[in-house]
């Protein structure tokens, strides 16, 4: 069965350090890898999606930034955290198309102090 | 392009009935459901595809209109565990792969 994994669960960061949290899918292959991001009370935005290894859609321009070194590890970084950076953060997954089920990760929270 | 749901919030008592409305100003392909509890990650509910058709899960179900590009979550009988945020997203007509786009969700709150 496929299951998704992100890390860390919780950080707390002051402004201006960088930031990695990763995201790792298994029992699947070629799958299509979501970044989301949710403000306290707010709804999911979009920040980067991903159909295959090094190529990355930017649906939000900001300070953080994404990769895919491997099929199934999606990793969110960002040089300089701001405290607008603050959310909750998860990562998805789906088969391609448009029809199929997201999986969301169990999210990591993110406080910028 | 982001949908619009509403209400943004509603409070029911447990076996009252709720509507939750999606539209979108795009021609959709699909319109999925999801249940977030505080804290945690989305929960798929169910994917309705164009052609206008009805889905049903025990005692929520959905509908999705493709002419006017509307979705409609209905949660009947509520119990205490419906509670939580309920977001639509959408993917539109135009391409294969296209992320899924969320609504800023709908609060439920279900009490005794």
């Known amino acids: 069965s496929q299951t998704i994994h992100q890390w860390p669960a919780t950080l707390v960061q002051p402004v201006g350090s960088p930031l990695s949290l990763e995201c790792t899918v298994e029992?699947?292959?070629?799958?299509?890898l979501y970044w989301y991001r949710q403000a306290a009370g707010r709804g999911l935005q979009l920040l980067f999606y991903?159909?295959?290894?090094?190529?990355i859609s930017s649906e939000v321009p900001q300070n953080l930034s994404a990769s895919r070194p491997q099929d199934r590890q999606f990793i969110l970084s960002s040089k300089k955290l701001l405290l607008s950076d603050s959310g909750f953060y998860l990562c998805?997954?789906?088969?391609?198309?448009?029809?199929?089920?997201?999986?969301f990760g169990e999210g990591s929270r993110l406080t910028v102090l | 392009q982001q949908p619009v749901q509403s209400p943004q919030a509603v409070i029911l008592r447990e076996g009252e009935d709720a509507v939750i409305n999606c539209s979108s100003s795009?021609?959709?392909?699909?319109v999925h459901w999801y249940r977030q509890k505080h804290g945690e990650a989305p929960v798929f509910l169910m994917i309705?595809?164009?052609?206008?058709e009805q889905k049903g899960h025990e005692k929520i179900s959905a509908s999705f209109n493709e002419k006017k590009q509307q979705s409609s979550l209905y949660l009947t009988a509520s119990q205490l565990s419906y509670s939580g945020t309920y977001f639509c997203?959408?993917?539109?007509?135009?391409?294969?792969?296209?992320?899924?786009?969320f609504g800023k969700g709908t609060r439920l709150s279900v009490i005794a």
């Open positions: 998805a997954w789906k088969q391609g198309g448009n029809t199929g089920e997201l999986f």
């Open positions: 029992g699947t292959s070629n799958p299509n």
């Open positions: 991903s159909v295959g290894i090094g190529q």
């Open positions: 795009k021609a959709l392909y699909s």
């Open positions: 309705l595809l164009k052609g206008g």
């Open positions: 997203g959408t993917v539109s007509i135009s391409s294969g792969n296209t992320p899924l786009v």
